[in-house]
């Protein structure tokens, strides 16, 4: 007995002391800090971080890879404790949100099969893709909420989830588990940032909007009487819905599905019937803005691209100033359109309304005459976005004859043709590359080079084949040194200060065949300059950083829109070479342009998303539709002629009544990509 109590004695000692040596030998510090913030952390291990669980947050969040405010779960006080362990400032972030966007459940949409297996979308989604027709529709069988680790979704009654805002933590749980991408996150930010992609529910109307308006989504909070929702949704992309509502030119309408019935849906008419509930109620709907940034972005144009690139980024959290040549904001919309169609006191309203959002605006201040490239770089601005029109804006104001050249060694190659002929000699160096410009372009080169010129190049994205030029013309302008590049796009220029050193440019078939050429200026055939983004030279102009005089600059190019048919550089085929025709066009580039500022700003590779639709795309639609009572469009009433005789400048179009609003809202189908509101009875 007493043999066995010490065997077991000495057997405990010997334990004792081998893991107290083990210890030693196998020690792993742990940092104390690391301790500290995997216990601020609420340990829900849902991954909405982006790491496989709270203590690997935990640790990146110490070692700086992750930030004090990355826990979706844990909201801005367990922010801000980890900050204070960490003795760090925490930085605000933008709340996400999941958004399902199938809108069509079991009992509406189109079957293949009916599916009675095991419950899980999952293995759903493995019988032929699911039982839906729809290849995006929601499955139904809620695996989504299953999965949400805060209860923050549930079944409808039409067998779609629903999130409650309240719970949801934005940690993109259910957007993993759902195999059909139904659900995704959003946030102000992301919409700003989005482009329809063929994972995506569209509307044929949606699609073909330049501003990418959800349109189904406004008509149905007008067909509920829910004017300033509708008005909130328009401006998620468009902060032009007065503007627009009256001279739209209303692409959307051509695709409307309603046209397989009867007429198209007054989309426009909709819009403006809101947009004007907007301004007559005196209630200012304004759309939530991301955390503010500290970052300063100039826009140069106070035009309608203008105003909506600074909304937009202004919307993003930065600070943006719009600069404007003329004394007024608004550009064509103010000097080329009559007041019987866009009355000023109107354009006034919606543009106040962008500058109470926040955007700064200085008028009278025209690039190249009261400010350059550089001093806007050296003021600290981390972009600089150009959005100055071209001809048919200097038509219509006093500077027409000015020969501009308004970005360092930039001009258009017509204003310098027109020089020339009026016997002025612009100033062009040795260097020169005029990118397309058929003809005129040969015409100019020759003129460069009597001038003295050294090299000029000629950059065309058309094959030789298609160029408007014979054999002989190209062999003798290469012995007169002029240097050809076909196939081929502009995709960058570098400078310094008021100075262009260099050009990219990249060949169609193959972008990264790039080849970077010196040259002291640039003449381009379009009618208008470039929407560029020029940004300081890396290293340059960043918070903290000293900043460099003259200061060394690079250009990007946003991202193509949907109407893009190439991808690479500036004038892509399918987007204007000269002002656009329609105001939402124009609207639909400022809005490319902030998105593209915000990816450079955020380290993204400025591009368009993965399978957006394009022009081309083709998507599942319908050519025909089960029978659907047919019910007249609505007429918009107009002032009566003998009062348009009186007041020539009184706005003709009058608006729908509140009950032609809802009447045509009424008669929209509220699509998706197949499926629509098949009506029983009559709409009216
Ligand atoms: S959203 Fe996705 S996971 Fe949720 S019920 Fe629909 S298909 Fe299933
Ligand atoms: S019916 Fe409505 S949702 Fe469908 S295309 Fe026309 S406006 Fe858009």
Redesign the pocket.
Known sequence: MIEGLLIMGVLGVLCGAGLAVASKIFYVYVDPKIEAVEEALPGANCGGCGYPGCSANAAAIVAGKSSPSSCVAGGPDIAEEIAAILGVKVEAREPDIAAPGCSYGYQDADLKYLYDGVRDCRAAVLLNGGSKVCPIGCLGLGTCVRACPFDALSMGPDNLPVVDPDLCTGCGTCERVCPRHIITLTSNSRRIQKEYTTDDCT????RSCPAGIN??AY?REIREGNYLEAVRIIKETNPFPLVCGRICVHP?EY????NLVDE??A?NHLKRFAADFEMKSGERVQVPRAPETGKRIAVVGGGAEGLTAAYFLNRLGHEATVYEGAPYLGGLLRSGIPQNRLPWDVLDYEINGILEAGVQAVTNKKLGRDFTMDSLLKQGYLAVFIATGGWDARLLGKDHDEALRVLPGVGLLVDFLLAQRGGTKLDVGEHVMIVEGGKSALEASRICLEQGGKSVHLVFRNTIEHSPFSEDEIRKAEQQGIEFHFEAALTKMVGEGSSLNSVEISYVADEEQKQTIEIDSLLTGAGRFPELIYVPRVGEGEEGAEIQSPVPWETLVPYPSPFAEQDVGIFRPGEPISDYEAVVEAIGAGRRGASSIQHYLTGEEVKAPEHMIRKNTQVLSLDKLEPVPEAPREKMPERPAEEQLANPDAEIALGYTEDQALREANR????GLIC?RRVEKSLH
């Open positions: 509307a044929p109307c949606q349109i189904p008509i959307c695709v409307c599905r309603r198209p849906v989309i929209c189908l509220q699509c629509y």
